[in-house]
């Protein structure tokens, strides 16, 4: 093998593993939301479209072609909400997460772990959205603005029935509680358990439009639940929440 | 110096197990829209 056909081949390695990074960033940014199942179908369409052309069947390749044309259209018009909210997010990372360290995210996990169970144990609901790399400034303002150190007491305090800042969500930006009382989107979705209601609904509603990671309480069954990036993850004890948000976290650094 | 560690540790072992499906799916498709690319290319020659 000559020294040509070596560079060759090096220029195709790289741009292939370019390629599998952007496709992969691709699914993974549509990843949990319901038009990741469109980026399937897509996806199948190409396999499917490159072993027609590979294997010369010409009339099935003739109808993918054209099929697959006239399909970007509409799949432009019936998924524009997820496409414009996708675009939106491309030029909104921040990088505020890499900013904590270690111990002091632990710190932070533990306040909020600490309230989220004292809460449950005393059937009160909460709703805590932790910023990750989208920014959750429009959803600060909602609210009202706060600005202060992560402390259970404080979260307790804030939940409190008759607070007049316990309905709605609370932020954490920055490792610090930026506002509470928020509005957050709720979720579109038709296939969730009825037994969820309206906190959870926003949480899961947030948790598709940014990569926040969101901690409900449920007042009625005491379930202290993590969604991230449209899943949710039920009935978690303190250690457990801990351990799931500080794995989402550093791993999203 | 045994923390850095574990967290490069963390991050080698977190490549293997977050979303393995879909990097495989992507790997899969990159090859093939190369692939593609390439015969287009060449044909367009």
């Known amino acids: 093998m000559n020294s040509t056909a070596i560079f060759i081949h090096w220029k195709a390695i790289v741009e292939i593993l370019i390629l599998w990074f952007v ?41 993918f ?24 997010r491309l030029g909104q990372r921040n990088l505020f997460v890499s900013a904590m360290d270690e111990e002091e995210l632990d710190q932070m996990l533990k306040e909020i772990c600490k309230a989220a169970d004292s809460l449950s144990g005393y059937k009160i609901g909460a709703l805590i959205a932790l910023e990750m790399h989208d920014p959750l400034s429009g959803y600060v303002e909602s609210g009202v603005l706060i600005d202060s150190k992560v402390s259970s007491e404080l979260i307790q305090a804030i939940f409190t029935p008759n607070n007049p800042l316990h309905d ?53 069954r005491q379930d202290i639940s993590l969604i991230y990036q449209g899943k949710l993850y039920a009935n978690l004890n303190h250690e457990n929440l801990f351990l799931k948000a500080k794995e ?3 791993a999203g650094k | ?36 690319v390439k015969e287009e290319m060449f044909i367009a020659q």
């Open chain 1, 23 to 63: 496709l992969y960033q691709v699914m993974l940014f549509f990843e949990g939301t319901r038009a990741i199942q469109v980026v399937r179908g897509i996806a199948l369409i190409l396999v499917a479209f490159f072993f027609f052309q590979k294997f010369g069947l010409e009339r099935l390749d003739w109808l």
């Open chain 1, 65 to 88: 072609r054209n099929f697959f044309a006239t399909s970007v259209i509409a799949l432009l018009i019936i998924f524009h909400p997820e496409i414009r909210q996708g675009l939106a």
């Open chain 1, 168 to 220: 709605g969500g609370m932020i954490i930006q920055r490792g610090r509680i930026a506002s509470a009382g928020a509005l957050f989107p709720l979720v579109q979705r038709l296939d969730i358990d009825r037994i969820f209601g309206t906190r959870h609904r926003a949480a899961l509603g947030l948790s598709e439009e940014t990569d926040a990671v969101v901690i409900t309480v449920s007042e009625e």
């Open chain 1, 248 to 250: 989402i976290i550093q």
């Open chain 2, 1 to 36: 110096m045994a923390k850095k560690n574990l967290s490069i540790a963390y991050r080698i072992l977190h490549i293997f197990t977050y979303h393995p499906w879909l990097k495989l799916i992507s790997l899969i498709l990159a090859v093939i829209v190369w692939l593609y």
